[in-house]
């Protein structure tokens, strides 16, 4: 059963959904209907032209520009999907019927049309592809995405998409510029996660979020540095989530939205971690993860690659010292450079004050307020916000290097007890815990990854 299938079975009572359109009247209500409008084809027939002419005219006409619902409770702003909706959902009874191959047309509009769902795999929505990913697992190519349940309008849309190399307006310049030098470092936050738990004992996936999110921020910001120190641009890295977002607080059951079958941990779109509304206007340059695989990238940049692995061991800060000498005075030319190993609190820091302040501001912008989001089911009591959304973990802003003279060299000093290494943050419970109340209070009680149960045991 594909999503909007299962949405018209939620209709009839067949099964247990949510709707997940937030621009929509009824959304994040069980059994609700939403259609939406960004992929459609119409058979040129008498009742689909009348129903396409009532749609153009409802959305002309100002007495219509709001919709109240019956209840008095919401007052929507009508949007081409929300018309959309009315019409179709006029009739409560939806009506389906079975063709060839198991498909399923439903009666809407006051049964005036048969609406045939769209396969999923072939016209996939902004969750099954950018973030299920479900085209890999079942090997094929799709032949449109929508990309809907997006958190960064335009800007977040078209980096998803040259995330997946289906972006294909990007002038030559974008993947062939023959001066760009690129940084790209691989991420080891699934070993980290998983020596974490050894050491501490299983945790639930929430809780494994929170800290990895710490984690990849913080290497983010060294990798960064690094590669803002050295005029490179940085290849992002695939980042890796333990815990699905949803409007929906069951979400806090398994972490994964309900009736949806994610595999954790998953590989997620930058836009989880980072801010699209500060990034576009970056003084940082970067790159989507996918980059060095698109075919419009020139084969002699990864042929003309350098491997660089960083050791984590006592003579960690003098062999960082070392290899940012080799890569100054060797590697200037080279046109991509790849770390392994690398670490948060790698970077020891910059020699200049100037530098350090510009570099924590910027950065920062990119990752403040960032947040885990929902775990509250009734919003309009009090402390519903707090209880709702969970901020990330900061990196600590770069202090100014710490130097040792040694051999004639500044040495980036990065050990334990200096100022830039990194330690995994301790969670602590807040006070909100204690002021939640109604269905807030009952999450926190019965759900293990919400952040006020498993933080009970203190970190």
């Known amino acids: 059963m594909d999503m909007f299938q299962a949405e018209a079975a939620a209709w009839r009572g067949e099964v247990d959904t949510v709707t997940r359109c937030g621009h929509l009247a009824g959304a994040y209500q069980r059994g609700r209907l939403a259609i939406n409008s960004g992929v459609n ?26 919709h109240i619902t019956p209840d008095k409770h919401g007052n929507w702003t009508v949007t081409d999907q929300l018309a959309l909706t009315l019409i179709f959902t006029e009739s409560n009874d939806l009506i389906t019927e079975g063709v060839t191959g198991s498909k399923t047309l439903i009666w809407m509009a006051n049964h005036s049309v048969r609406v045939l769902p769209l396969p999923v795999l072939a016209a996939m929505n902004g969750h099954t592809a950018f973030v299920q990913e479900l085209h890999l697992r079942h090997n094929v190519t799709p032949f449109v995405a929508h990309a809907t349940f997006n958190r960064f309008e335009m800007t977040g849309k078209t980096f998803r998409f040259r995330e997946k190399s289906w972006w294909l307006v990007d002038p030559d310049e974008y993947y062939a510029d023959p001066a760009a030098r690129y940084l790209a470092y691989s991420n080891s936050v699934v070993d980290y996660v998983a020596e974490l738990e050894e050491a501490r004992g299983p945790m639930v996936p929430l809780h494994k979020h929170l800290l990895a999110v ?12 690094i590669a803002w120190a050295l005029n490179r641009t940085l290849v992002l890295p695939r980042f890796w989530s333990w815990c699905e977002m949803d409007q929906v607080a069951t979400v806090l059951e398994t972490c994964r939205k309900d009736g949806g079958d994610q595999v954790l941990p998953f590989q997620t779109p930058a836009d989880y971690l980072l801010s699209f509304w500060a990034l576009p206007s970056s003084p940082f340059k970067y790159k989507e993860y996918s980059f060095l695989d698109n075919p419009r990238v020139p084969a002699h940049f990864r042929t003309h690659a350098q491997r660089v692995h960083v050791v984590a061991s006592e003579s960690a800060p003098q062999t960082f010292a070392a290899g940012r000498r080799m890569i100054l005075r060797d590697q200037v030319d080279t046109h991509v450079l790849t770390w392994t190993g690398l670490l948060p609190g790698t970077f020891g820091g910059f020699l200049d004050a100037q530098a350090t302040s510009y570099f924590n501001e910027h950065f920062s912008d990119f990752t403040r307020g960032m947040q885990w989001c929902c775990s509250a089911g009734d919003w309009n009591t009090d402390h519903q916000f707090d209880a709702a959304r969970w901020v990330y973990i900061q990196p600590r802003l770069l202090m100014l290097l710490l130097v040792q003279r040694r051999a004639g060299m500044q040495v980036p000093w990065t050990q334990d007890g200096l100022a830039n290494a990194w330690r995994t943050p301790t969670l602590r419970r807040p006070a909100i815990c204690e002021m939640l109340q109604g269905i807030n209070k009952e999450f926190a009680r019965d759900y293990e990854n919400h952040p006020c149960n498993f933080l009970k045991k203190g970190w």
């Open 41 to 66: 084809i119409y058979r040129n027939r008498p009742q689909v032209r009348a129903l396409l002419e009532r749609w153009r005219s409802d959305m002309l006409n100002a007495t219509k520009a709001r």
């Open 214 to 225: 710490a984690f990849q921020l913080a290497a983010l910001r060294d990798a960064w540095a």
